[in-house]
Structure formats: C-alpha cells, structure tokens
C-alpha cells in the first residue's frame, strides 16, 4: 500500500511543476516562429503588384556570371585541348552543368512572369489564356494586342497559327473585357519584355550546350542530334539526371498543350516532346510515328546513361542504336510476306506414329465403314442407280439392292466385337456358378429343336456324375440323354 500511495503522489508532484510552468512551452513555440519568420519574408509585404519583387533572376550574381561565362566560351569556341582529362575535372564541364540548372531556373521564372502578366490582362482579355498556353506565345500575343480592341487592326501573322487567329478574333469581339489603365498596361508590357528576353538567355545558352554536345554526350547526340540533345539536358537538368529518368519521362520533355480550338485532332502528335524534332521522327510515316518516338526515348535514355559514365566517348555505342531503330523502323515498313500455298504431303511418306494394340484395334473396328455404307459408296458401271426422291433426285443409295431380290437391305455379318460381347452375355447369363435364384427357370431352348428341362441345382455336380436331362421332341416323343 505504501509504495502505490508513493506513486500516487510522484504523479501528483509532476502535474504541480507542469502546471507551475506553463508559459515555458509558449515561449519555445514564439522563439520557433520568430527563427522561420526570420528566415522567410512576411507574405503581406510582397508586393505582387511589383515585377521586380515578382521575378528576381534576371538580378541575381550566378545568373550574371553564368552568361558572362556562356558568352566568353561562344566567342572563343570550342577548346580541344582540354579533352583528355577527366570529365568531372572539366571547367567547361562544371560550365554546361550550370547552364543546365540555369536553364531549369529560367523555364521557372518565365512561368512566374507568365502567371504576373495573365493576372494583369485577364481584366482585358480574360478567355486568352485559354486560348494561348505557352508562356513565351501568350506574352508576345500581349505585347502585340496592348489596349486595341479591335484585333482585325493587329497582324498576329506568325506569332499563332492560322486557326487560333481566327479564334482569337471571334473571342475578342464578344469579349467582356475593359480597356486597361496606363500604369497596368506599362507594367504588363515589362513583364512580356522581360519574359522574352529571359527566353532568348535559355536560347543562348542551350546555344553554347548545343555546341559542347559532342564532347558532353556524344552516344545521345548521335540519336537524337546535338540540338535535342541538348533540349533534352537542359529541360532535365544535366546529363545525370536525364540518364535516371524513365524512357515514358523523356518522351514527354519539351511537350506542348495543343490547342486544337474545335479543328479535327487526325493529324495532330500528342505525347510527344523534343524528340519529334529529331530527324529520324521526321522521316518516319505518319502512321507509325507513335512507335518510332517510343523507340527514339527508350535508345535516348540507354544512350544517356551510356554517357554519364564516359562509357563510351567515341560514340560509336550511339550509332549503333541509331542504326538499330532505322532497321526496325524499316522493318515495320515492309510489306507482310505473302501467303505461300501449302502442298499437300506425299501419300504413305511417313510411317505412322501410332502404335497397335488390342484397343486400337477394337476403335477401329466400332468406327469401321460397314457393308452397307460400301455398297452405297459404289456404283456398278451401265446400271443407273436408285435414289430416295426418284429419277436421280435425293441421296443415291449406290449398289444397294442391286444384286439380291430389288430390296433395299443387305445381310449384316456379326463382327467380332460383337460376338464377343454376345459370348460374354452368355456365359454371364449361363455360367457354372453354384449360385441360384429364383428368377431361374428350368425351361431351356437347345440346338436340338426342343425344350430342355434341367435341374439347376445338379450344375454343380457334372464333374461326379453324369446329368440325365428329358428332351421334348417336334414330334411329342420324349428321350433321355445321359451325359458325361
């Protein structure tokens, strides 16, 4: 009892120091808050109405290095004599591994911008958006239009294909959208500024990556060509991570949302990015694109992965795959062989497989063409034969009839099959058994054309004696016959 009155009251002692300290936990909690608060901006003080804290790349130190180097090495070109050493130890390596990433940076800070200019125009032209979905595409269409209302007066020749000219227009003339302010418009107008030149930097510098594709990847660059190649390393982020990316993954890098705007889809790719540029895409039939850029994105990545382990600097790993899918993509070309016909095989040629035997024999005595069946199959030369419908008209009944008495039967011989089964019935129905019952009858029909009148009891005794039976004769006379 005593020790669970102590427990009692350790318990009670624990609840008194967490009450009497109750402020301590709210005060971690505080130091916890102020440390992220520290850490990361208040969110009612960015100004999202402000480009400048919107997008921030463009001001960056790394993004200013990173294209003062990417213009350096354009204008030098490409230096040979630093390809003997390792990969990893190359600068320019280290350079094409950072544009990668600035490339990635950039893709998403164009979408940012995309996202400031669609809020500011959505009050002018709210169903553009989705009419125009590249970011690059829907800010030049921004630029273009400005504050004009009537979009007969603006060319977007070039800029969109013919079909979404055309429903851009409509939609613009039944649009509910206002004219923007002056201060809107000029800041919507920077943000497509800067949008456009942030896409001419990604250009520049999957330029220079295009360049170095030769030395970087040299097998996927044989596949694919050095400029997808370097589309597709730039949209993966380095070589490394497009070598750990499923084939399905890298078919779908640089692919678009098409917009068909109500026109027929027959003759429009979906599922498919950078690598319906390759020149291998482009030659192939229509009808068996799909497969051909499922086969280019499975060689693609096995190339890839071939290059981020040095595994073959020559490329001749890459060629080789290339050469492989031209021959699978000519083989689906060529016309299926014709059907060749088949000759029937030489009569008895072979000896037959199956062996004989009791049961064999016994198959194909149940299943055997009986008499009639042959003279029904037979036909005697000079006599017309018989028909069911007369005149020659039904089935024709052959030699059946021909050789007896005119009618249509034919004695059928007793095969051996079934006088055995008519011996057994027999002897089952007659056996030597000493067992009786009272269905037996003592009345017996025998060869000799008279009834016999037998004991059954007197079966078991015919090895003893001899068995004296009475025979009724034709003529009514009786006789006794005693047998041994």
């Not at 125009?132 to 979009?151: F, Q, S």
């Not at 070309?333 to 040629?349: C, I, N, R, T």
């Not at 016999?452 to 039976?469: D, M, R, T, V, Y």
């Amino acid at each position: 009892m005593a020790s669970l009155a102590d427990s009692f009251l350790a318990d009670l002692d624990e609840l008194s120091d967490n009450e009497a300290h109750p402020d301590d936990e709210d005060l971690d909690a505080a130091a916890m808050e102020e440390d992220v608060d520290g850490d990361m901006p208040d969110i009612e003080t960015l100004n999202y109405d402000d480009l400048d804290s919107v997008s921030k790349l463009q001001k960056t130190q790394r993004y200013n290095d990173i294209m003062q180097k990417v213009d350096d090495a354009l204008e030098k070109g490409t230096d040979i004599s630093s390809h003997g050493i390792v990969l990893e130890d190359d600068p320019e390596y280290q350079l094409i591994v950072d544009c990668n990433a600035l490339s990635v940076d950039i893709e998403n800070e164009i979408i940012i911008i995309h996202n400031f200019i669609r809020d500011k125009y959505r009050l002018k032209f709210p169903e553009l958006e989705s009419l125009v979905h590249h970011p690059i595409d829907y800010a030049r269409v921004v630029k273009k239009i400005g504050n004009e209302v009537d979009l007969t007066l603006v060319d977007l020749d070039g800029l969109l294909p013919s079909a979404i000219i055309m429903v851009v227009s409509v939609t613009a003339s039944t649009t509910s959208g206002k004219p923007l302010s002056e201060e809107s418009l000029q800041k919507t107008i920077d943000a497509c500024d800067r949008a456009l030149a942030l896409d001419l930097a990604k250009k520049k510098v999957l330029d220079f990556v295009e360049s170095r594709m030769g030395y970087i990847a040299p097998n996927l660059s044989a596949i694919a060509g050095t400029a997808v190649a370097a589309k597709l390393m730039g949209t993966a982020g380095g070589l490394s991570a497009l070598a750990k990316m499923p084939a399905c993954n890298v078919q779908l890098l640089g692919s678009k949302k098409k917009t068909l705007a109500g026109f027929s889809t027959a003759t429009s790719q979906f599922r498919v990015g950078y690598l319906e540029q390759t020149e291998i895409f482009q030659s192939t039939p229509p009808s068996l694109r799909t497969r051909a850029c499922r086969l280019l994105a499975a060689k693609s990545t096995l190339a890839a992965r071939v290059d981020s382990i040095r595994g073959d600097p020559t490329g001749k790993t890459g060629r080789d795959l290339r050469e492989e899918i031209r021959k699978k993509i000519e083989k689906w070309q060529e016309p299926p062989p014709a059907k060749q016909p088949k000759p029937l095989p030489v009569p008895d040629s072979e000896p037959k497989k199956k062996r004989g035997g009791r049961r064999l024999r016994k198959m194909k005595e149940r299943y055997a063409v009986t008499d009639m069946r042959k003279l029904a199959n037979r036909m005697q030369f000079g006599v017309p034969e018989e028909s069911s419908l007369g005149d020659g008209l039904g089935e024709g009944y052959g030699m059946l009839g021909q050789a007896g008495s005119g009618k249509l039967r034919v004695s059928l011989a007793q095969s051996k099959l079934a006088s055995k089964v008519a011996k057994r019935f027999k002897e089952k129905q007659y056996g030597s058994s000493g067992a009786t019952s009272g269905l037996t009858s003592s009345l017996a029909f025998t060869p000799v054309q008279g009834i016999e009148l037998s004991n059954p009891q007197a079966h078991g005794n015919q090895l003893g004696s001899g068995i004296q039976s009475t025979y009724f004769s034709e003529t009514g006379t009786f006789s006794k016959i005693k047998r041994m």
